[in-house]
């Protein structure tokens, strides 16, 4: 019945509304956030540690292969390419999130990192006195925060904003942090009940960012919890006497330190959910971090990766390519030829590929909640969108 001009016209705006879909899953519609500021670890080191280290201790992320993949020469971040964190800014239209730490004349307009490799949400002298050694930096949680609240007024001023405003339009990426706490003291050999009581001392760390921070006049907080720790060549690696009913027939991963991961993020969930009540005037976002990655390791072929992708790409010996002091970034260790189907970059960190499906999960879902609401009501760009798809 359809004439050759009606299938035309109606083949182009086919075109026309899926390209508008299209746009719609890969960029926001309209660009809610001016800015994002960005305390943790390395999950979001985009330099730090890099700059904060002795020119002749350069550190492993300073050498290829780490920058393979994107961001050659590397530019101190833990994996072959872009993290989470950049693939965040991609998605907001903003700049790759300058690193605080040893910057200099650069604009942190849009955007300022204070994550640094190895940082720990308490404070070292603290953990110390637990008997837990953090050997990497001193600049914990609460250093980050102090780094920044000392800025924030030269930092308002040099942008001539208003700080409430500022920090009212930013995205707050609070983590993820906390991670190392657990590290540290279970690759020093300590029991899993003493490092069960850092648990809701480490919650209320990041509990206690978030109020200062919403003090000062953040409203949106994006806070992602653990890993799966159990399917990490590292803890692989650390527990490599577990026998075989101990794994996981299916993936191969430990399920008893990926339930500690889960007892951490379910403390922290709930502290969420107590704060999101206290201020409902800000938006607390939960990133999910712990079963995106998980589901790589249940269905690694529907994400891209090789089957059973414990093993480290970067990396060398044992079953998952991995070997305490002969890691990646050091002489003589390679990498392998596809590191786009592998999960593990170096045997803690993730591959640039693990981190854009991360990132993609967060920002067009299932993995964050509540979910982000890009639609941004009454805005042009919603218009156009419905006048399309009717
Ligand atoms: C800082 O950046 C500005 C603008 O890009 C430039 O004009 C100036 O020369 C720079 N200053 C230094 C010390 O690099
Ligand atoms: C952290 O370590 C650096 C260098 O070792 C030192 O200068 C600084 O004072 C320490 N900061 C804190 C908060 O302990
Ligand atoms: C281990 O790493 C090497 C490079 O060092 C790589 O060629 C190899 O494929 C990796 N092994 C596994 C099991 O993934």
């Known amino acids: 019945m359809a004439s050759p001009l009606k ?28 800015s994002i500021i960005s305390f943790g670890d390395s999950i979001a080191d985009t330099g730090n540690y890099l700059r904060l280290s002795d020119v002749n201790h350069l550190p492993q992320a ?46 942190f307009e849009q ?39 000392q800025i924030l007024p030269n930092l308002c001023a040099s942008t001539s904003r208003d700080c409430r405003e500022m920090l009212g339009d930013s995205l707050i990426l609070m983590g993820e942090i906390g991670g190392n706490d657990y590290n540290y003291p279970f690759f020093e050999g300590k029991s899993i009940n003493g490092i069960k009581e850092l648990v809701p001392l480490i919650i209320k760390t990041i509990s206690s960012a ?18 799966p720790i159990g ?34 993020n379910d403390q922290l969930k709930n502290e969420l959910k107590r704060l999101q009540k206290l201020y409902p005037h800000v938006n607390i976002i939960y990133a999910d971090y712990y079963n995106s990655i998980h589901t790589f390791f249940q269905e690694p072929a529907k994400y891209g990766f090789k089957n059973r992708p414990l ?3 970067c990396g060398v010996g044992g079953k998952y390519n991995f070997t305490v002091n002969e890691e990646c970034g050091y002489r003589g260790v390679n990498y392998c030829q596809n590191p786009s189907e592998y999960v593990n970059w170096d045997g803690y960190h993730l591959t640039e590929a693990a981190y854009r499906k991360i990132a993609h999960g967060l920002l067009n879902g299932p993995y964050a909640t509540p979910a982000f609401d890009w639609s941004c009501p009454g805005s042009a760009s919603v218009d156009k969108k419905y006048s399309f798809s009717s």
């Open 210 to 227: 978030i109020v200062d921070l919403v003090d000062l006049g953040s409203k949106t907080f994006l806070v992602p919890g653990n890993f």
């Open 111 to 149: 955007g300022i990192n204070f994550a640094v490799y190895g940082a720990t949400a308490l404070d070292r002298a603290f953990l110390m006195e637990k008997g837990i050694e953090s050997d990497f930096t001193n600049v914990s949680l609460n250093v980050q925060l102090n780094t920044f609240k």
């Open 62 to 107: 300073a050498f290829l292969p780490y920058g393979e993949t994107f961001f050659q020469p590397p530019s101190g971040r833990y994996s072959d390419g872009r993290l989470i964190i950049d693939f965040i800014a991609e998605f907001l239209g903003l700049p790759y999130v300058p690193p605080y730490f040893g910057s200099q004349n650069v604009s």
């Open 7 to 34: 299938k035309l016209i109606s083949t182009f705006l086919f075109l026309l509304s899926s390209t508008v879909i299209m746009v719609a899953s890969s960029e926001p519609l309209c660009h809610p956030y001016k």
């Open 231 to 264: 399917c990490s060549a590292s803890y692989l690696t650390l527990f490599q006497n577990a026998k075989e009913e101990e794994h996981d027939p299916f993936t191969g991963c430990i399920p008893w330190l990926n339930e500690f991961g889960e007892y951490h």
């Open 311 to 313: 093993a480290a790409c």
